[in-house]
């Protein structure tokens, strides 16, 4: 009886296969302090894609010399502005939390309020709830700290990498497209859904949440708020988190401005916050942020939730794109080894 021996050919591709994958995993594995670099210099790079090689194509610009022009611009409008927003709230924070007799004198007035109030006074408002709260909190200021380093680091990986992107950028696109084993079909449909999440979010996203803080900036200061900066700031930072968005920045405030006795004000705050805070919100998804990609709802709000697990704050942008490529994987998968023409009539009809 004679058994049917295995390709020799097949085996090597496997084993080529594996090699290939082992290495990828123990160089992830090593370089995993500077993936968020990578990953940010990936953003930039499809940001300004269209537009480098306008100038270097159509204008004959020197390659290296726009790539430094983009380093520049990357440099004035991305990261000193994000530098200085974290270098601001940083002590602003570390003050607050600081000051513990003034948060419990506020958290007492807010526990009085509550005390006789259907559902809030539900609500664990104990002394020891309180100071774990502060305890944590005062603990992760020290790892924000760190963080912050983290982050001077990966900028200068991202602008490195990103010149050699630029430099390089029609020979790197060139062997990327050619490694890949998909039909021409399946590689465009996976670079449309990457240029779509990154744009949509990168763009996106910030410019929802500077919207958002600078009208809850506004609000706050009419009202009489006391930091109406820093809170501003913090609205707008936390137009980041899925479902409660802003809310969890306002809605305490509301709550405390009323319980201190500013009734006029915190209902004032309150119309204003839910109106205009919340409902710029749904005008610019309708609006701009339609225009960049219009990426339904449930993608992103647990794209974010996934994304900020595994990368921290370039999550937003490539947590949804990971989730979204389950849809986009199975598309693949139709266009590469499904879906005869007999089967998609009989599902039209």
Known sequence: MKYKQINNNSINQIMLILIIILICILIFKNLLYYLPGFLGAITLYILFRNVYF??????????????????????????????????????????????QQDIIAKFNTLKIYMSDKPFLKDIDLSNEALLASLQSLTRYVPSLLNSVAEVGINILVALFVLYFMQVHAKRMETYIYSAIPLSPKSKKEIWAEVKLMVKSNAIGIPILGLCQGVVAMAGYWFFGIENYILWGMLTGVSSIIPVLGTMTVYVPICLITLASGQTANAIGLSLYCFLLVGGIDNILRFTILKQLGNVPPLITVFGVLLGLNMFGMLGLIFGPLILSSVGLLIRIYANEFGRSYVAEKEFTE
């Open 54 to 99: 306008n100038l270097t194509t159509r204008r004959k610009w020197n390659r290296s010399a726009t790539s430094i022009f983009f380093i520049i611009l990357s440099v004035v409008f991305i990261v000193l502005p994000l530098w200085a927003i974290i270098d601001y709230l940083i002590p602003k924070l570390r003050s607050f939390l600081g000051d």
